[in-house]
């Protein structure tokens, strides 16, 4: 059974950084891609960093690109997302995530940790 479980989120002013963490157990080699969303009062999920397990090829949504990073420690079975220069619009629930294809869609993804809320003042 694959389980995820994120850590590291919390209030933070705007122009802050955060890193989360999420802890893969019960991974296995059909699950390449790990993905971080997130998902706002009253908004749709979104997907915003992307990582290939294998080859740590990664994606970006436009709203993070040159502000979020992703990256996977394999030995460690961990996965992380650097988060800087944050703004209020950052402020969502933000979810770890694990499946076969390279998407942005939710319901690609086959598991899901239970969330780390993060809240960015302005």
């Known amino acids: 059974q694959v389980q995820l479980v994120e850590s590291g989120g919390g209030s933070v002013q705007a122009g802050g950084s955060l890193r989360l963490s999420c802890e893969v157990s019960?991974?296995?080699?059909?699950?390449?891609?790990l993905a971080w969303f997130r998902q706002a009062p009253g908004k749709e999920r979104e997907g915003v960093a992307r990582?290939?397990?294998?080859?740590?090829?990664?994606n970006y949504a436009d709203s993070v690109i040159g502000r979020f990073t992703i990256s996977r420690d394999n030995a460690k079975n961990m996965v992380y997302l650097q988060m800087n220069s944050l703004v209020s619009d950052d402020t969502a629930m933000y979810y770890c995530?694990?499946?076969?294809?390279?998407?942005?869609?939710?319901?690609?993804?086959?598991?899901w940790g239970q969330g780390t809320r993060v809240t960015v003042s302005s």
């Open positions: 995530a694990a499946g076969q294809y390279r998407s942005w869609k939710s319901i690609d993804y086959l598991y």
């Open positions: 019960g991974f296995t080699s059909s699950l390449y891609f």
């Open positions: 990582i290939e397990s294998a080859s740590g090829r990664t």
